[in-house]
Each structure stands twice: as structure tokens, then as C-alpha cells.
């Protein structure tokens, strides 16, 4: 993949490219602005005697089997491809750890709490704190004690 491929990908799509092969063009691209180009490496030949096999199709990248319509979540630290039917319980587990880990970091930076409590099965007086403390940040969405004590749950520790 080169700078033409990724500037076509992000003018029709919006989105950036997780690419398991060699990416030339590294300075080009990164002028994109918006466009993330996830590799496997950079290399600055070009590809000669292949064929694109088709677009929105299932593909193994490594050890996965990705389809379309999957979530990709990638990081510096890797990728990560959420299968479509899992969607919503992933984003909603994800949305509690950020509140969890904000509200956390809060409590041990104050030592309200230390990190042994803030990473355990809390207890009443712990919930209580957390959804007060939710209520201070309306910018992190809402939790009912329900929601809250369903999620608990299914922690193990």
C-alpha cells in the first residue's frame, strides 16, 4: 500500500486501513490528517504481480478470522477485531472501565481508597462513592445502582 491507495481509502471512507503487509510512502501518509495506516511494516518497493481479491470480504490476519462489519480497535499497543454480534456488550464493558479507571485513579491519588479496593469486588460504600462521584461527571454518561451492580457481578475478584 502506498500514499495513492491510503489517500483513495480515506476519501471514500473515512476510515484508516489495517494493512497485514509492507506500507511505502510512511512520509505521505502521515500527512493525511485523519488517516491511520496500521501495517505490518514499511518497505519502499512496490508490489508487482498481485491482485486485489476483493473488498469487504472475510480475511485472516494473523491468527483471526475477520469479517465484515467486525470492530477494529487498534492502539499503539495492537489490534484488537471485536466480532459484530459482541458489539454492544464490548463497548458497554469498555465505557464502565473508563469511568472505573477515572473515578480509581481519583480515589488513589486522594488515598481515599487504595488500588487493592479500587481493584476488587467493591464493596456498598465504594458503589455509593462511584455513582456519587458519576454524578459530578455528566460528560461520562449515566449508571444506575442496577447497572452498576450488574457489572460488578460479573467480575470475578
Same mark, same amino acid.
Given at each position: !500500500?502506498?500514499?495513492?491507495? *491510503?489517500?483513495?481509502i480515506f476519501s471514500k471512507s473515512g $476510515?484508516?486501513?489495517v494493512f497485514n503487509g509492507a506500507s511505502r510512502d510512511l512520509g505521505e501518509i502521515q500527512n493525511i490528517r485523519g488517516f491511520n495506516a496500521f501495517v505490518r511494516d514499511f518497505h519502499p518497493s512496490f508490489l508487482e504481480d498481485m491482485v486485489l481479491m476483493g473488498l469487504n470480504t472475510p480475511i485472516r +490476519?494473523? $491468527?483471526? !478470522?475477520? /469479517?465484515?462489519?467486525?470492530?477494529?480497535? *487498534? %492502539?499503539?499497543?495492537? +489490534? /484488537?477485531? +471485536?466480532?459484530?454480534h459482541m458489539a454492544d456488550e464490548v463497548i458497554s464493558t469498555a465505557e464502565f472501565v473508563i469511568r472505573k479507571d477515572?473515578?480509581?485513579f481519583e480515589m488513589v491519588k486522594t488515598?481515599?481508597?487504595? %488500588?487493592g479496593q479500587i481493584d476488587s469486588q467493591w464493596t456498598e460504600e465504594i458503589k455509593s462513592e462511584f455513582l456519587k462521584? /458519576?454524578?459530578k461527571h455528566p460528560e461520562l454518561g449515566k449508571m444506575t445502582k442496577t447497572e452498576l451492580d =450488574?457489572?460488578?457481578? =460479573?467480575?470475578?475478584w
Open positions: !500500500m502506498g500514499s495513492t491507495l *491510503a489517500t483513495s $476510515n484508516g486501513v +490476519i494473523g $491468527n483471526v !478470522m475477520v /469479517l465484515p462489519g467486525d470492530l477494529v480497535l *487498534a %492502539t499503539r499497543e495492537g +489490534i /484488537l477485531f +471485536i466480532p459484530a477515572q473515578f480509581g488515598n481515599r481508597y487504595s %488500588t462521584w /458519576l454524578e =450488574k457489572v460488578m457481578s =460479573k467480575r470475578t
